[in-house]
């Protein structure tokens, strides 16, 4: 059983600038929830994906925009970056089908804006 | 909106000695509850959760966690810690119905003393 992938490991931005985050689901996960994790605080929550569509946001701008791809992978796009933006991303994974209800995680994308 | 409070910043204990760390929920209807580890430059990994059920859940690693609906708490405990369960422990909730959109605490460290 594959677990949740996430790429790249590490970016460095520009403020203003657009980012993409990348990541692959667990083997049989259908649904992506994507957390933003500042220093020293816990994951907030900013949007899920489940059959392609966007299931639910949190309070982060639309300049926070995803997509789910029809093998269940993910994408968090970040448009017109702020200093404030630098966090870690976490990729979370689950399975409607199964009701397992936990999410598993991904290792997560350490972006720095400067 | 669901919310999860963790109130001790961090934790200190001794190798051996029993561990709890604390953690109170906010949510409406019946919650379901998760507790999360996360070690340094890492995702969050999942440890156990409370569904329904009895109120004593046994997860991994030897954790468990205790369910009191009255006091809308679920403690997070270890008979004997280790040095190695030093790391960032999270609580989170979800309501039973609606997305899998999980609220997260600020989160607790805990450093296991030789």
């Known amino acids: 059983e594959t677990g949740v992938t996430q790429s790249p490991t590490h970016l460095i931005k520009t403020r203003g600038q657009q980012v993409t985050l990348r990541c692959s689901s667990q083997?049989?996960?259908?649904?992506v929830s994507w957390y933003q994790q500042a220093l020293g605080q816990g994951p907030q929550f900013i949007f899920q994906?489940?059959?392609?569509?966007?299931?639910g946001r949190g309070n982060f701008p639309p300049r926070f925009s995803g997509l789910q791809f029809p093998n269940y992978s993910s994408e968090l796009n970040v448009n017109a970056l702020l200093l404030g933006d630098s966090a870690l991303y976490l990729c979370?994974?689950?399975?409607?089908?199964?009701?397992?209800?936990?999410?598993?995680f991904g290792p997560g994308t350490r972006l720095t804006v400067t | 909106a669901q919310s999860v409070a963790q109130p001790e910043d961090q934790v200190n204990v001794a190798e051996g000695n029993p561990l709890t760390v604390k953690c109170t929920y906010s949510?409406?209807?019946?919650?379901?509850l998760f507790w999360y580890v996360q070690y340094p430059n890492r995702g969050l990994q999942f440890l156990l959760k409370?569904?329904?059920?009895?109120?004593l859940v046994k997860g991994s690693y030897g954790f468990e966690a205790e369910f009191n609906k009255s006091q809308t708490s679920f403690h997070l405990k270890k008979p004997s810690a280790l040095v190695s369960d030093s790391a960032l422990y999270f609580c989170?909730?979800?309501?039973?119905?609606?997305?899998?959109?999980?609220?997260f605490g600020k989160g607790n460290q805990v450093v296991v003393i030789p």
């Open positions: 409370y569904i329904t059920g009895d109120n």
């Open positions: 979370a994974s689950s399975s409607r089908v199964l009701l397992s209800y936990e999410q598993y």
């Open positions: 994906y489940y059959r392609e569509e966007e299931n």
């Open positions: 083997s049989g996960h259908n649904t």
């Open positions: 989170a909730v979800r309501e039973l119905y609606g997305n899998n959109r999980l609220a």
């Open positions: 949510v409406s209807g019946n919650p379901y």
